[in-house]
């Protein structure tokens, strides 16, 4: 968002997982609410599914989470902290994650699409278009959603799904460049504009990313080395917003 740019008023960042927005776009969702839009995070993956089993069950045994803890209930609570840091609005759509569809190893989450599974864009548009009736009654001036870049699965059901609700409603899409993947070894490249957030943008985005503790080992190893890395990479959009 430049300086001569005027500021969309209303803004939907339609996020895969809960912390994907918060880490690639943080910034400019800060300065765009600080400039006074209506920003509505709304993340997509994020249904409690009771008594998981296999990979599921090890993707909150690896962080240190025992079985009985309600994973996805801590990782909405984290959102909310994020949000309220990042001064936007948050909403959670009750689909789960890839690991309770079918996806049953890291791998597999990056390849191909599972039988049963090839809906999922489709699904999510719905979901995504119902809240936008019900939020933005009268459209809105921005959708932002993932390039996919890493190729998590999810994050391809949502770029997909984006895409078919602008090919739907004509609406103006901007995607950001995935991070953390952004930051790993033989990232693929991003696409579109840098956008360097200002200094206040990333003291909010720092902040809210501090909120998803669940995650920052695993991504970031840690607190402190989240707040560098993020504080060092520009935010990529394809196109500029």
């Keep these: 968002m430049s300086a001569a740019a005027p500021v969309p008023r209303r803004v939907v960042a ?3 997982h809960l912390d994907d927005a918060a880490f690639s ?3 400019f969702l800060a300065g765009l609410a600080a ?9 997509v993956y994020t ?16 962080k240190g989470l025992d079985a009985d803890v309600d994973y996805m209930a801590l990782r909405r609570a984290e959102d909310a902290a994020a949000v309220r840091a990042l001064g936007v609005r948050g909403r959670h759509l009750p689909l789960a ?6 996806y049953g190893s890291a791998a597999a989450l990056f390849g191909d699409v599972v039988a049963g599974d090839e809906d999922q864009p489709e699904a999510v548009a719905e979901h995504v278009r119902h809240v936008l009736d019900e939020e933005f009654g009268d459209g809105v001036d921005l959708v932002l959603g993932p390039q996919a870049l890493g190729d998590h699965v999810d994050h391809r059901h949502v770029r ?4 078919l609700l602008r090919a739907g409603r004509d609406l103006p899409v901007s995607r950001w460049a995935d991070t953390p993947y952004l930051l790993r070894p033989g990232a693929q490249t991003p696409c579109g504009a840098a956008r360097r957030p200002t200094a206040a943008e990333l003291d909010a985005k720092v902040a809210a990313c501090a909120a998803y503790a669940t995650q920052l080992g ?3 190893d840690g607190v402190a080395a989240m707040g560098e890395a993020l504080r060092a990479v520009p935010e990529f959009f394809d196109p500029a917003p």
């Design 14 to 16: 339609v996020s895969p």
């Design 25 to 27: 776009a943080g910034g």
């Design 35 to 43: 400039a006074g839009a209506d920003v509505l995070l709304l993340t």
């Design 47 to 62: 249904a409690t599914v009771p008594d998981p089993r296999g990979f599921a069950l090890a993707c909150q045994l690896d």
């Design 97 to 102: 994650e890839a690991p309770h569809r079918g």
């Design 160 to 163: 997909d799904a984006v895409d």
């Design 218 to 220: 695993f991504q970031f």
